[in-house]
T-cell receptor
Framework: DGGITQSPKYLFRKEGQNVTLSCEQN?????MYWYRQDPGQGLRLIYY???????QKGDIAEGYSVSREKKESFPLTVTSAQKNPTAFYLC?????????????FGPGTRLTVT | GESVGLHLPTLSVQEGDNSIINCAYS??????FIWYKQESGKGPQFIID?????DKRQGQRVTVLLNKTVKHLSLQIAATQPGDSAVYFC????????????FGSGTRLSIRP
């Protein structure tokens, strides 16, 4: 049963704490992505990785960090430097190559920071 | 469910009627467009795509229309069913750019029984 898993579904943290969101895929996809979704807004790209041990900043990378040590895994750390971390976070993956390939999304993690 | 649908435009449709969801895209250089469906508490799912060399593409119960002159996309859903209730996003990108997809803010489709 292939797909993308994100855990946990809901996450609560106190302000000033770093928190790491998990994203795992067993689709053998090279590319992985992290998006943030806020009420009434479209998805905004935080970071993406096209290959293991390499990643690039998206449009709103400040206050976030990622790693890509394994093809299957692309964890996102929300640091205390992120001014407004409460949001719905979506991970996606896709094949990589010439042109665009369909992105498959995980179920998301709802992060609430108080 | 998730709060990501708050403050979105909403389209209310009678069950069995056709739905038309509209989207204006921003970049005239965009040449590839995608519609996603996001149900409450879930990640977006791909519905249908279209490249700029086409003005219409049909799938199962869905049709996407592209008007490049006015930078407008629409998603038509035939015989709308309760399971079609969701937030629908359009997305635009350039086909050669494998990583930068710009997502619209979405439209919530609500089905009346």
């Amino acid at each position: 049963d292939g797909g993308i898993t994100q855990s946990p579904k809901y996450l609560f943290r106190k302000e000033g704490q770093n928190v790491t969101l998990s994203c795992e895929q067993n689709l053998n996809h090279d590319a992985m992505y992290w998006y943030r979704q806020d009420p009434g807004q479209g998805l905004r790209l935080i970071y993406y990785s096209q290959i293991v041990n390499d990643f690039q900043k998206g449009d709103i990378a400040e206050g976030y960090s990622v790693s890509r040590e394994k093809k299957e895994s692309f964890p996102l750390t929300v640091t205390s430097a992120q001014k407004n971390p409460t949001a719905f976070y979506l991970c996606a993956s896709s094949r990589q190559g010439q042109g665009i390939y369909e992105q498959y999304f995980g179920p998301g993690t709802r992060l609430t920071v108080t | 469910g998730e709060s990501v649908g708050l403050h979105l435009p909403t389209l209310s449709v009678q069950e069995g009627d056709n739905s038309i969801i509209n989207c204006a895209y921003s970049n005239s250089a965009s040449d590839y467009f995608i519609w996603y469906k996001q149900e409450s508490g879930k990640g977006p799912q791909f519905i249908i795509d279209i490249r700029s060399n086409m003005d219409k593409r049909q799938g199962q119960r869905v049709t996407v229309l592209l008007n490049k002159t006015v930078k407008h996309l629409s998603l038509q859903i035939a015989a709308t069913q309760p399971g079609d209730s969701a937030v629908y996003f359009c997305a635009e990108t350039q086909y050669s750019s494998a990583s930068k997809i710009i997502f619209g803010s979405g439209t919530r489709l609500s089905i009346r029984p």
